[in-house]
């Protein structure tokens, strides 16, 4: 069926993006009509311009992994959430809005920093820096905020770690990272939120260039390898460096938040994790796959005619794999809107999918796995200090998350 046709049969003024109006743990109810309908709905944007949704799992795996979309957003057609959004892609510009051979060139440079073997190296790192930040929560005295004193600091002082990023930089550094993800800000907030963070980058970078080390941490190996002998521009490694902070820092947090949340509303999930250690690798996932938390990341645009689920994209059509839709999908996961800690979920796209599925995924799961194989084991009480109905979510932040978490245990 011709994408004009389709465009006919549906809503060609559908608002988006969508609200969460089912509540801040469900997506946006309409994701299940979408899913129901004979191909993609067009959605307008702020701008008045459209783009195609797609929902279904099985065309959102396609879509992503077609050489026939571009990432990169100055390519006519891509379209944009928010003038905050468009104003944040103009300013912040790393490999991950890339495409081929270019996107590969750049990745191929760290993939050896993600593999298994640096995050099993890793691991009794994570887990002193969790023990720490516990400790100190335990300490304070009752409630806590988790996302100030555990779900923040945590991915913060790990991929600050990872890299080499001095610990006197790590507050601004997770303030700028939540001002550039905002899409309702008014678009200077994300733009200057990213120069700020290229500011500190860069002198980070340029110390290590002077003294690079022995290739003690991510920075010193980046400048060793690939900067010194002249592979990588100072420029770009600051632009690789600020995504990988980002990508490292505030998907995890949301994550965890998000993912305290969704256990202690199901308290006969958390009794089962709890009670089978063995199963946190797979409660992990299954959060993964309910939360969906990064909520529009998968924007994309046509370079050619292309036909995705039967229907055709025609060259110069901007679309967007809603991710956090496919991983609601009923014919891939019967009952999607139950949280089932023994659910086989590992195929979900959480991640991404495609050459553009997260780099760092290896060290967020390794992360998820030591915070929720010990923080219900510390903490067995560990409860709500306010209703749930009173928790302030992030809606308007291209991640999914709380601003506060405040707990009694």
Same mark, same amino acid.
Request: glycine share 6%; net charge negative.
């Given at each position: 069926?011709?994408?004009?046709?389709?465009?006919?049969?549906?809503?060609?003024?559908? /608002?988006?993006?969508?609200?969460?109006?089912?509540?801040?743990?469900?997506?946006?109810?309409?994701?299940?009509?979408?899913?129901?309908?004979?191909?993609?709905?067009?959605?307008?944007?702020?701008?008045?311009?459209?783009?195609?949704?797609?929902?279904?799992?099985?065309?959102?795996?396609? @879509?992503?992994?077609?050489?026939?979309?571009?990432?990169?957003?100055?390519? /006519?057609?891509?379209?944009?959430?928010?003038?905050?959004?468009?104003?944040? #892609?103009?300013?912040?510009?790393?490999?991950?809005?890339?495409?081929? /051979?270019?996107?590969?060139?750049?990745?191929?440079?760290?993939?050896?920093?993600?593999?298994?073997?640096?995050?099993?190296?890793?691991?009794?790192?994570?887990?002193?820096?969790?023990?720490?930040?516990?400790?100190?929560?335990?300490?304070?005295?009752?409630?806590?905020?988790?996302?100030?004193?555990?779900?923040?600091?945590?991915?913060?002082?790990?991929?600050?770690?990872?890299?080499?990023?001095?610990?006197?930089?790590?507050?601004?550094? +997770?303030?700028?990272?939540?001002?550039?993800?905002?899409?309702?800000?008014?678009?200077?907030? /994300?733009?200057?939120?990213?120069?700020?963070?290229?500011?500190?980058?860069?002198?980070?970078?340029?110390?290590?260039?002077?003294?690079?080390?022995?290739?003690?941490?991510?920075?010193?190996?980046?400048?060793?390898?690939?900067?010194?002998?002249?592979?990588?521009?100072?420029?770009?490694?600051?632009?690789?460096?600020?995504?990988?902070?980002?990508?490292?820092?505030?998907?995890?947090?949301?994550?965890?938040?998000?993912?305290?949340?969704?256990?202690?509303?199901?308290?006969?999930?958390?009794?089962?994790?709890?009670?089978?250690?063995?199963?946190?690798?797979?409660?992990?996932?299954?959060?993964?796959?309910?939360?969906?938390?990064?909520?529009?990341?998968?924007?994309?645009?046509?370079?050619?005619?292309? +036909?995705?689920?039967?229907?055709?994209?025609?060259?110069?059509?901007?679309?967007?794999?809603?991710?956090?839709?496919?991983?609601?999908?009923?014919?891939?996961?019967?009952?999607?809107?139950?949280?089932?800690?023994?659910?086989?979920?590992?195929?979900?796209?959480?991640?991404?999918?495609?050459?553009?599925?997260? #780099?760092?995924?290896?060290?967020?799961?390794?992360?998820? +796995?030591?915070?929720?194989?010990?923080?219900?084991?510390?903490?067995?009480?560990?409860? #709500?200090?306010?209703?749930?109905?009173?928790?302030?979510?992030?809606?308007?932040?291209?991640?999914?998350?709380?601003?506060? @978490?405040?707990? #009694?245990?």
């Amino acid at each position: 069926m011709q994408s004009d046709e389709i465009g006919n049969q549906q809503n060609a003024r559908c /608002p988006f993006p969508l609200a969460r109006s089912a509540g801040p743990l469900s997506p946006p109810p309409e994701y299940e009509s979408m899913r129901m309908e004979a191909g993609p709905r067009r959605v307008t944007m702020w701008n008045g311009e459209t783009a195609w949704a797609f929902t279904r799992w099985q065309d959102v795996r396609e @879509l992503l992994s077609s050489p026939h979309f571009s990432a990169v957003p100055s390519t /006519p057609g891509y379209p944009t959430l928010s003038p905050a959004r468009a104003s944040a #892609l103009e300013a912040y510009q790393s490999f991950i809005t890339m495409d081929p /051979p270019d996107h590969g060139f750049y990745r191929r440079m760290i993939t050896k920093e993600f593999t298994f073997k640096r995050m099993q190296e890793l691991r009794p790192r994570v887990q002193s820096v969790l023990d720490d930040l516990l400790d100190r929560i335990e300490a304070g005295g009752q409630p806590a905020d988790l996302v100030t004193a555990l779900a923040g600091p945590l991915p913060s002082i790990v991929i600050s770690l990872m890299l080499g990023v001095p610990a006197e930089y790590h507050r601004d550094m +997770e303030a700028f990272g939540a001002q550039k993800n905002d899409i309702t800000a008014d678009p200077s907030v /994300p733009a200057e939120a990213a120069r700020q963070m290229g500011i500190i980058i860069d002198r980070i970078l340029r110390e290590r260039e002077a003294n690079p080390g022995s290739g003690e941490d991510l920075l010193s190996r980046l400048v060793i390898d690939q900067i010194l002998p002249g592979h990588l521009s100072h420029q770009a490694a600051v632009s690789m460096v600020s995504l990988l902070y980002l990508a490292g820092h505030e998907t995890t947090t949301n994550q965890i938040t998000l993912g305290i949340v969704t256990l202690l509303r199901n308290p006969d999930q958390l009794e089962k994790m709890k009670a089978q250690p063995d199963t946190v690798a797979r409660a992990v996932d299954e959060m993964l796959r309910f939360n969906s938390i990064v909520q529009y990341n998968s924007a994309r645009v046509a370079t050619a005619d292309v +036909e995705i689920g039967g229907h055709l994209v025609q060259k110069g059509e901007g679309v967007y794999a809603l991710i956090t839709a496919a991983n609601h999908d009923p014919e891939v996961y019967p009952h999607p809107d139950c949280f089932d800690v023994e659910r086989d979920a590992s195929n979900h796209m959480a991640f991404s999918f495609g050459i553009h599925q997260c #780099l760092g995924q290896s060290l967020a799961r390794m992360e998820l +796995e030591i915070v929720f194989g010990t923080l219900f084991q510390r903490l067995p009480d560990l409860r #709500l200090a306010i209703p749930f109905e009173q928790l302030e979510f992030k809606n308007e932040q291209l991640v999914h998350g709380l601003r506060s @978490l405040p707990v #009694l245990w």
